[in-house]
């Protein structure tokens, strides 16, 4: 307890300006670590020198420590510590580097002692309007002109002004570049669409366009790309309704499928004011669905049998029928010369049908007179080479008074 007595007593002092450590002896050479005699004797007799005992403050520089004016210091009280301490830093005196304020920055003064601050700031103003003014448009390129946010007019190819920002915000595209849009977006993906006559088709094409309205453009389309997925794919599922299966997959039913389709996009985007121009339309993949597509594919086998085999009737039935006409006007020739000559032409046709039967087969020859039979030399020697079957022979009796 005398120990927290003292501790208070010295924090009591500190409070009040004096030292609470007392003076060290550095005169008299003494130990300055001696605790200082009298204390707590309780017998209330002053020393007898005038010097207070106890500790030197180790805060205070070599000299005195009794608060006196020893070597030329004294010590420092709390409120000497607190006067001189701020917000800002130890205060300065006055005159001193800084001014009385401490270390402030001064900017540089022109000439009559007036600021470079309202100089600089309209310079910058200055730059900041030309840079934002000048506005250079490519060739192939266009902009909207947006006054407080408001659409005020076009501008179009090459070196433009306008007001600075923000009293005139300037928004340039690219209106003359073809832009392409996917359906559907994904390779997996599979759009199906019902033909003509009922049965489903997964269709993917390509849509091509550009701006053709500026305005129109930046200020009623919200999402163009969305807005062109949608007008195609109305179009195309109305276009294919109107035609059926096997002419979505030929060449000349695609191509008339993509005009009827751009056709009918055009008026679609034109009558919403989208300012969206349709450059074509090209259908990169017909196919069945893939749940089908092996019983579709024997479908396709089938047919493709079924129009080889009525191929080839057909052309067989045109051979008969030419040969059949060729043969009908022969015999209207024959007939005509029949008409001419009777006799004649019924002997000459009698010769040439002997001459073509006969000329195939082997011939005895018998005269009605006398008969002279005649030895079938190549009908035995055909049968001794072969071992087969003879030919019937066929005896001719020439007509008497015959050549």
């Given at each position: 307890?005398k ?22 002896s ?8 001696d ?5 707590g004797n ?7 020198s ?7 403050n ?8 009794d608060g ?13 510590i607190?006067?001189n ?11 001193g580097?800084?001014?009385p ?5 001064r900017?540089p003064e022109?000439?009559?002692g007036?600021?470079?601050?309202p100089?600089?700031?309209?310079v910058?103003?200055i ?11 490519g ?13 005020t ?9 306008t007001?600075p ?21 994904g390779?997996s ?7 003509g006559d ?24 919200v999402d ?5 997925n949608?007008a ?21 039913g ?28 090209e259908?990169?993949k017909?196919?069945?669905p ?9 479908v396709?086998?089938a047919?493709q ?21 060729g043969e009908?006007?022969?015999?209207d020739k024959v ?17 040439e ?22 030895l ?14 003879s030919?019937s022979?066929?005896t ?6 015959s050549?």
């Amino acid at each position: 307890m005398k120990i927290l007595d003292g501790f208070h007593s010295r924090i009591a002092l500190a409070m009040a300006g004096k030292n609470p450590w007392g003076s060290s002896s550095d005169d008299d050479g003494g130990d300055r670590s001696d605790p200082p005699k009298g204390e707590g004797n309780g017998s209330g007799d002053k020393p007898a020198s005038d010097k207070p005992k106890g500790p030197r403050n180790p805060w205070l520089p070599q000299g005195g420590g009794d608060g006196s004016d020893r070597g030329g210091r004294r010590s420092a009280s709390i409120e000497d510590i607190f006067k001189n301490r701020g917000p800002e830093g130890p205060r300065r005196r006055p005159g001193g580097p800084g001014g009385p304020g401490g270390p402030n920055f001064r900017m540089p003064e022109r000439p009559g002692g007036k600021s470079w601050v309202p100089v600089i700031i309209l310079v910058v103003l200055i730059i900041w309007a030309l840079v934002t003014s000048a506005h250079l448009i490519g060739p192939q390129e266009k902009a909207v002109v947006k006054t407080l946010g408001n659409y005020t007019r076009t501008l179009d190819s090459g070196l433009q002004f306008t007001a600075p920002f923000p009293i005139e915000t300037v928004d340039i595209e690219d209106v003359e570049g073809v832009r392409s849009v996917r359906i559907p977006g994904g390779d997996s993906q599979a759009k199906l669409i019902l033909t003509g006559d009922q049965n489903l088709v997964d269709l993917s094409y390509i849509v091509r366009w550009n701006i053709k309205d500026l305005e129109g453009f930046k200020f009623r389309v919200v999402d163009p790309i969305e807005t062109v997925n949608e007008a195609a794919e109305a179009a195309m599922r109305a276009a294919v309704a109107e035609t059926e299966l096997d002419e979505t997959f030929s060449g000349q039913g695609r191509a008339a499928i993509e005009l009827d389709v751009r056709e009918r996009m055009q008026a679609t985007l034109d009558s919403d004011g989208a300012g969206i121009r349709v450059l074509g339309v090209e259908i990169e993949k017909a196919d069945p669905p893939a749940q089908v597509v092996d019983a579709f594919r024997d479908v396709q086998v089938a047919e493709q049998n079924a129009d080889a085999a009525r191929n080839q009737a057909r052309g067989y039935a045109q051979q008969v029928l030419a040969q059949a006409e060729g043969e009908a006007q022969a015999f209207d020739k024959v007939y005509e010369e029949y008409r001419l000559a009777p006799e004649v032409t019924r002997r000459r046709l009698y010769y040439e049908t002997m001459e073509r039967v006969l000329s195939q087969t082997d011939k005895t020859i018998v005269e009605t007179d006398n008969v002279t039979p005649y030895l079938p030399l190549p009908e035995v020697n055909r049968r001794r080479s072969t071992g087969t079957s003879s030919q019937s022979s066929q005896t001719v009796v020439a007509p008497q008074g015959s050549q």
